[in-house]
């Protein structure tokens, strides 16, 4: 009888979870390492046979088999001693996307190794696989010496049967590992820890972790979901009716490990290996080639942290702040529950709907998840800065910028805030820090208001801040515009005067004061005001427009063409005409 034949014919101590009712395929791809293939002849089909006697025995007891669609030669970096760097190299080479299992052939060992984990290893719950070639030249002396009284050809086929067994036996244990079994007391069993002739089957306990392994793989899409489904039932098994025919120490390691891939904080090696791509990709600027890279672990990884933020980041990026991507950040948010950049992305998508108080309150909580953190990187500080100057948090945002005051980009976001500051006329302390992002938004409001001449609803607006913030330079140069409007000019510059008496920086101030003096013909004040407000914000192209619409008007064709070419030097195009 053949070991396959002797496998399939041994009769089940127990009750047993059911085989699939159909039988499933498992494909196999198998790269030949190099010293595998220098020291086994047929190395070929040496593969296809082992792999072919461990189906046989896989068909019987689970019904699956194992389909070998490649096999390839490979060059590993290893020199084969060490076969967890083998196996490492091997998950680095080939993820098994499109297969089952990915198993190396590596080569053997110069010494007799009792031990079946020196002869293979595989991934725990994992697709990868790695063997070693079976030539024992101290095995077979021993065993020449053993069986002396034999002629030649009746020790060569009983050694070619000792080998057969001892191939199939090391297939079927590491794929036993690879999906959950583990190791028993008894060592006739083939989830044994030393390799043996008397190993002849799994034994009831890995019997029925291995039928439940199966037959969860046939109801699920990808290996990360079967494996989670899997695990559940596996911690199952290990506490149940078999739990004292397994090893305790590989029991506990196992119950260990199971708990560790299901915990949401922990990743295993292929997801982990996958998000740390994605995070190469996107820091690359490869926002699209990054979302693909990350959505099957987005999708089946919905609870772990890490996962849910840069999901959150990596769509933002690659299509925007649309609706699904503000539904991928709050569960980001919900998940990620000291992560700040989901926080800091829902403010952009507020901000970009002009939703300013639910943009506000994620900034802040933004803030709070930062100040919590015990390690805290430079570029969050850098965002936050950035949202609370867009929110006219001004004071937050400069204290913001202040943790990172060399980083790249800072010097950026000061000058946006100065560049808002002396616009309006918000001096630093002009308006409570608490109140300020109010007060900036209603003033932004006001100004866009006025500039499309919708001068009723600018005036409500104005009021108000009239009522709470008189003696801010924006305020009365925002009055000052509102008169300009309605053409009354006594109360227009009245208005502009005590602006810029609050604050000779405000460039709104000054802009509204150049009108009003070429409107009375005052061409040194009209130039000395809009040169003014220009130099305050040169970033701000309405006030480079209308120095040029005055020069324009008087015919200073030598300062307009000064003035053409120092915009188009910092802007890179022309003055827009009015």
Not at 30 to 41: I, L, P, Q, S
Not at 194 to 215: C, D, M
Not at 354 to 382: N, P, T
Not at 412 to 421: K, L, N, P, Y
């Amino acid at each position: 009888m053949t070991p396959s034949q002797t496998y399939s014919s041994t009769a089940e101590a127990a009750e047993t979870i059911d085989k699939p009712e159909e039988l499933v395929h498992l494909k196999v791809r198998v790269y030949a390492g190099a010293g595998y293939r220098a020291e086994t002849v047929r190395w070929r089909e040496r593969i296809e046979e082992q792999i072919e006697a461990a189906g046989r025995v896989t068909r019987e007891q689970f019904n699956f088999d194992l389909q070998v669609v490649q096999i390839v030669e490979w060059q590993p970096q290893s020199d084969g001693s060490n076969l967890q760097q083998v196996l490492a190299e091997l998950r680095g080479k080939d993820p098994a996307d499109d297969v089952d299992f990915v198993i190396g052939m590596t080569k053997s060992l110069a010494a007799f190794q009792p031990s079946i984990h020196l002869l293979g290893m595989a991934e725990s719950y994992g697709q990868h696989i790695v063997l070693r070639a079976m030539n024992d030249a101290a095995e077979r002396e021993h065993f020449d010496q053993a069986f002396d009284e034999l002629t030649d050809e009746e020790r060569d086929r009983l050694y070619g049967a000792r080998l057969e067994h001892k191939e199939t036996s090391v297939v079927l244990h590491e794929l036993g590992h690879a999906l959950g079994a583990v190791h028993t007391r008894e060592p006739t069993w083939l989830m044994g820890a030393a390799s043996s002739t008397e190993q002849q089957a799994f034994g009831p306990a890995n019997t029925r972790i291995i039928r439940l392994a199966v037959k969860l793989r046939a109801e699920h899409d990808s290996h990360d979901a079967w494996r989670r489904a899997f695990l559940k039932g596996l911690l199952e098994e290990l506490d149940g009716r078999y739990r004292d025919a397994f090893d305790p120490k590989a029991r506990e390691r196992s119950v260990a490990l199971a708990k560790a891939y299901l915990d949401v904080n922990v990743l295993t090696r292929r997801e982990a290996t996958r998000l740390q791509r994605t995070r190469e990709l996107a820091g690359q600027g490869r926002f699209d080639e990054a979302w693909k890279h990350l959505q099957p672990l987005a999708s089946s990884r919905q609870h772990n942290p890490p996962v849910m933020a840069a999901a959150c980041y990596v769509r933002s990026r690659a299509f925007g702040m649309t609706d699904a991507t503000r539904e991928q950040c709050e569960l980001a948010f919900a998940v990620a529950k000291e992560n700040p950049s989901p926080a800091l992305m829902l403010a952009i998508f507020h901000l970009e709907r002009d939703e300013r108080d639910e943009a506000l309150a994620m900034i802040d909580e933004g803030r709070r998840r930062i100040d919590a953190a015990e390690r805290v990187e430079g570029f969050q500080w850098l965002s936050l800065a950035r949202l609370y100057a867009e929110a006219g948090a001004l004071t937050r945002s400069e204290d913001a910028i202040a943790k990172v005051p060399m980083m790249k980009g800072a010097q950026e976001v000061r000058e946006h805030i100065a560049d808002i500051r002396k616009f309006f006329g918000v001096k630093k302390g002009a308006v409570p820090p608490d109140e300020e992002a109010d007060y900036v938004y209603h003033a932004r409001k006001a100004a866009e208001l006025l500039d499309k001449r919708q001068n009723k609803e600018a005036k409500a607006i104005i009021d108000a801040l009239a009522e709470s913030h008189a003696d801010v330079a924006a305020t009365q140069a925002l009055k000052c515009q509102l008169a300009g409007n309605s053409s009354d000019l006594h109360r227009a510059s009245k208005a502009c005067k005590r602006a810029l008496e609050l604050d000779d920086n405000c460039a709104l101030g000054h802009m509204m004061s150049g009108y009003l003096a070429m409107l009375q013909n005052k061409q040194g004040a009209t130039e000395r005001h809009f040169v003014k407000a220009r130099d305050l914000v040169p970033s701000n192209v309405q006030l480079w427009v209308s120095l040029a619409g005055y020069y324009r008007r008087v015919g200073k064709t030598t300062a307009l063409a000064k003035l053409q070419d120092d915009f188009e030097a910092r802007f890179g195009t022309q003055i827009p005409m009015r």
